[in-house]
């Protein structure tokens, strides 16, 4: 496996694609709200990529038909936003959503609460949450994948979570999923050694229950096999010798989940 490096002046356009992605998902999550459809959403993203000069770059990857995912409740990942979608009291939604700027692509996920959430819900978005920036803590030059998947599956398990199992963070670069494969679970040590100029994608998708999920017939969208509710979080992130430097600032554009 040969995992691209990038040179300072791609990971300049990199980060900038990346500020982008981060200023037009929050501006996504900010509308989520009651009565609101996740087809709404999708349309606000495809309108804020056209205002910004990026392109959309989930639309038509593998002939996934939206800007975003939108994984409701119980769904997992993956969801196609519909007009018929609209979300209600309590619902908790993962806003999956990529660009591609110059030919660089950026990858960012939050999941948002929808009014008042159960403490349930709110317990399993915060620590996964807290998942994805452990994994952060371990990604530095030196350190391996499996650092990463150990450091989020162990903080997870505690609390009676599952990481899913068939999804993976990724390198990313001219195209969205490049090496190395991110694992949210493994052994520390294992897998594929990090090394400074590697740009990845790190993901958490946590269950509050079993690991297992379902695909419905449209092909794309999962969801939980036992019903439980699922949350996902995600940064791209770029290795450095020291600490990693997070390219999608959508945690400091905004005050709390
Ligand atoms: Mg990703
Ligand atoms: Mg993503």
């Not at 110059?102 to 948002?112: F, P, Y």
């Not at 952060?136 to 450091?151: F, M, P, R, W």
């Not at 294992?190 to 690991?211: D, Q, R, T």
Request: glycine share 10%.
């Amino acid at each position: 496996m040969s995992v691209p490096l990038k040179n300072p002046a791609e990971i300049e356009i990199i980060r900038r694609a990346c500020r982008i992605q981060s200023e037009i998902l929050n501006a996504v999550c900010s509308a989520v709200a009651i009565g609101v459809s996740t087809g709404e959403l999708d349309e606000l993203a495809e309108k804020l990529c056209r205002a910004r000069n990026v392109r959309p770059a989930f639309k038509n990857y593998h002939g996934f038909p939206a800007a975003i995912c939108a994984s409701v409740n119980d769904e997992v990942v993956h969801s196609i936003p519909s007009a018929k979608k609209i979300l209600k009291n309590g619902d908790i939604i993962a806003i999956d959503f990529g660009v591609v700027l110059d030919g660089w692509n950026a990858d960012s996920c939050r999941t948002v609460g929808v009014g008042e959430i159960s403490a349930e819900a709110k317990n399993l978005m915060e620590r996964t949450k807290e998942s994805l920036y452990r994994g952060i803590e371990k990604a530095v030059a030196g350190n391996s994948t499996g650092d990463i998947g150990h450091a989020i599956e162990s903080f997870v398990k505690q609390f009676g979570y599952s990481p899913v199992r068939e999804t993976v963070g990724h390198g990313i670069g001219r195209k969205l999923h490049e090496d190395p494969e991110v694992p949210n679970w493994g052994k520390a040590g294992s897998g594929v050694k990090l090394a400074e100029g590697m740009v990845i994608c790190i993901e958490p998708i946590v269950n509050a229950g079993g690991a297992e999920i379902l695909t419905e017939k449209d092909k794309w969208t999962t969801r939980t096999m036992d019903g439980n509710l699922s949350a996902h979080f995600e940064h791209q992130i770029l290795i450095r010798e020291g600490a990693a430097e997070i390219l999608t600032p959508w945690d400091e554009l905004v005050d709390s989940l």
